[in-house]
């Protein structure tokens, strides 16, 4: 699906808007993360694959925050993977997105579980190779994006998680909030 100008204005000003809204969390508290995380497509596993996020949050009520995520993943496939999805080449998806979260257990519990749902902007770019090695078709797309996922985070504020991602990524996350 391609987005018009108007789209991807309003994703964008949507994130931006989420994102200085922040600044006003309780007691002025903006929370950040960052998560390193590896992509396992639906139906092919990339041979080499990472996600990057950045999100920025802060508290709406006890058990709701705001947040937003700029993010970027790729995925390398080999062209000899026999694969049903993808016959060598790389994905690549940069997303700026907003949502909110919803916190199943408080703050002061030792360990706090969330669950995130955002929605926005991505930019997708995909290259596919023919039988002899060379590229045979890219295809570059404006898209609705998404991620959503359920995490753990712990007193040490190292998160950990597992989230589905813009074009059908299964991502297993590691992060740090600060």
């Not at 049903?84 to 519990?109: Q, V, W």
């Not at 797309?141 to 007193?155: A, E």
Request: proline share 2%; charged share 20%.
């Amino acid at each position: 699906m391609n987005l018009s100008k108007t789209h991807i204005i309003f994703f964008f000003a949507l994130f931006l808007s989420l994102s200085s809204n922040a600044q006003r969390g309780e007691e002025g508290k903006v929370y950040h993360s960052i998560h390193l995380g590896y992509p396992f497509d639906i139906f092919d596993s990339p041979d080499f694959g990472f996600h990057l996020a950045y999100n920025p949050h802060t508290s709406y009520t006890d058990r709701i925050s705001l947040e937003a995520q700029l993010s970027y993943t790729r995925g390398n496939f080999d062209q000899d993977d026999n694969s049903f999805a993808h016959n060598g080449g790389f994905i690549e998806t940069i997303s700026a997105l907003a949502g909110g979260r919803y916190y199943f257990t408080k703050e002061e519990k030792k360990n706090q579980i969330y669950f995130n749902l955002l929605i926005g902007y991505s930019f997708l770019t995909d290259e596919e190779l023919s039988n002899d090695g060379s590229v045979s078709t890219t295809k570059k797309q404006s898209l609705i994006g998404y991620s959503t996922g359920l995490y753990l985070r712990n007193k040490q504020n190292i998160i950990f998680g597992l989230a589905a991602e813009t074009n059908l990524a299964i991502t297993a996350k590691i992060g740090w909030q600060f």
